[in-house]
C-alpha cells in the first residue's frame, strides 16, 4: 500500500507540475519548417574537495570526481520525430584513510521514434528502446572483495510500442505503451547463480557444486507509462523531470517499477554551472542486503526503495 501511495504521488506531481501555459504554445514556424536534424554533444566535470590542515574541529581530506557525456541526434519534420540519445557517467570518491569509491556509473542509450498522420494532431504513434548498463564493479562497502554488480550485470533493455502525447515533445510527452519487453542480463556467472537482480538462480547439490547454472537473462512483457517534461522555472534555472512506470503482465501484475530522475540546473555562465539531482528507484527484482552474523559478509533482504541524491559544482561544455 505505501508503494502504491509513493508511486501515485510521483505520477500525479510530474503531471502536476508539467501544465505551464508556455509548453502548449505552439510557435507557428517551428510547425512550418522543414526536416531538420540537431546534433549536440556535451561534456561535464563536477569536483569537490575539501582539505583539513590543523583545523581543531577535526575532519578528513577528501575529493570527489563526476565526469558526465551526453549525446544526441534528433530528428524531426511535420509528420516525423527520431530522438537519439547516449549518456555516460562516471564518478568516484576518494576519502583520507579508505579506499576510492564509486559514487556514479552508468551507460544510457535511448531510440525513440514517431509518427503522427495529421500534422495538426498532438498524437503519435511511437515505438521506444532503451538500453542501460554501468562501466565498473560495484561493491558493497566497506567488502570490496565479492562485487554485487558489473558490466552487463546486470543490463536493462527495454523495446515498445504505443501512443505518446506531445504538443511541445521536447519539453512535454506523455508514452503509453501497452506492450514493452524487458530483458534483464546478468552475464556474470557468479550474480547470475546467485539469482540476482530476479534471474532463476543455479541449483547446488549438498556439497555445494553447481547442478544447474543459473539463467543468465529474464525477460517480461508489461505495460509502460512515461511522462517528462523540462521548464524554466526562474532565470538561468531549468528543472528536467523523467518519470517511468513499468509492470509485468505476466509476473505480479500490478507490482510496479519506478524509476524517477529530477533535475535542476543552475547556469552560471557560458562554463560554469551547478547541478542538483534527485534519483528514485524501485525495483521488486533488485533485492537489498543487510550485515549478516558473520563478519564481513551480507544477508539478502526484501525490495526497498532506492534514493541518490548528487549536488556538484563544474563545468560543461557544449561542442
Same mark, same amino acid.
Given at each position: 500500500?505505501? &508503494? ?7 505520477? /500525479? ?22 526536416? $531538420? *536534424? ?12 575539501? =582539505? +583539513? !590542515?590543523? *583545523? ?20 524531426? %519534420? ?13 564518478? @568516484? ?20 521514434? #514517431?509518427?503522427?498522420? &495529421?500534422?495538426?494532431?498532438?498524437? +503519435?504513434?511511437?515505438?521506444?528502446? &532503451? ?32 501512443? $505518446?502525447?506531445?504538443?511541445?515533445? %521536447? ?9 514493452? /519487453? ?8 557468479? /550474480? ?10 543455479? !541449483? ?15 525477460? $517480461? ?5 512515461? &511522462? ?9 534555472? @531549468?528543472?528536467?523531470?523523467? /518519470? ?8 505480479? +501484475? ?20 551547478? =547541478? ?6 524501485? %525495483? ?5 542486503? !543487510?550485515?549478516?552474523?558473520? $563478519? ?15 549536488? #556538484? ?7
Amino acid at each position: 500500500m505505501k &508503494n502504491f501511495i509513493f508511486i501515485l504521488f510521483c505520477f /500525479l506531481f510530474n503531471v502536476t507540475i508539467a501544465q505551464p501555459d508556455s509548453l502548449f504554445l505552439i510557435d507557428k514556424q517551428e510547425k512550418e519548417k522543414g526536416p $531538420e *536534424w540537431i546534433l549536440k554533444n556535451k561534456f561535464s566535470v563536477d569536483l569537490n574537495e575539501v =582539505t +583539513f !590542515v590543523n *583545523w581543531n574541529a577535526g575532519g578528513s581530506n577528501s575529493i570527489s570526481a563526476l565526469i558526465g557525456y551526453q549525446f544526441s541526434y534528433d530528428y524531426s %519534420d511535420k509528420y516525423f520525430f527520431w530522438k537519439n540519445s547516449l549518456v555516460a557517467g562516471y564518478g @568516484v570518491n576518494g576519502q583520507q584513510g579508505r579506499e576510492t569509491r564509486k559514487t556514479t556509473d552508468l551507460l544510457d542509450v535511448n531510440s525513440n521514434f #514517431g509518427f503522427s498522420p &495529421n500534422e495538426k494532431s498532438n498524437w +503519435f504513434y511511437s515505438a521506444r528502446f &532503451n538500453f542501460k548498463t554501468q562501466f565498473a564493479e560495484g561493491y558493497q562497502y566497506p567488502n570490496t572483495t565479492n562485487p554485487i554488480s558489473k558490466l552487463m550485470a546486470p543490463g536493462y533493455l527495454f523495446f515498445g510500442g504505443g501512443m $505518446e502525447y506531445g504538443r511541445n515533445i %521536447d519539453k512535454l510527452s506523455l508514452y503509453l505503451s501497452p506492450i514493452t /519487453l524487458k530483458t534483464t542480463f546478468v552475464l556474470d556467472d557468479n /550474480l547470475a547463480n546467485a539469482g540476482r537482480f530476479g534471474v532463476t538462480p543455479a !541449483v547446488f547439490d549438498v556439497d555445494g557444486n553447481v547442478i544447474r547454472p543459473g539463467n543468465r537473462s529474464r525477460t $517480461e512483457a508489461g505495460i509502460l507509462i512515461t &511522462n517528462s517534461y523540462q521548464m524554466e522555472i526562474a532565470q538561468n534555472v @531549468v528543472a528536467k523531470s523523467n /518519470l517511468s512506470l513499468y509492470s509485468d503482465y505476466i509476473n505480479n +501484475f500490478g507490482n510496479i517499477d519506478v524509476d524517477w530522475q529530477m533535475n535542476f540546473n543552475f547556469k552560471v555562465n557560458s562554463f560554469v554551472r551547478a =547541478t542538483f539531482e534527485s534519483h528514485i528507484k524501485y %525495483d521488486d527484482d533488485v533485492k537489498t542486503t !543487510v550485515p549478516s552474523a558473520i $563478519e564481513g559478509e551480507f544477508d539478502e533482504a526484501g525490495a526497498k526503495i532506492q534514493w541518490k541524491q548528487f549536488l #556538484g559544482i563544474g563545468f560543461a561544455v557544449d561542442f
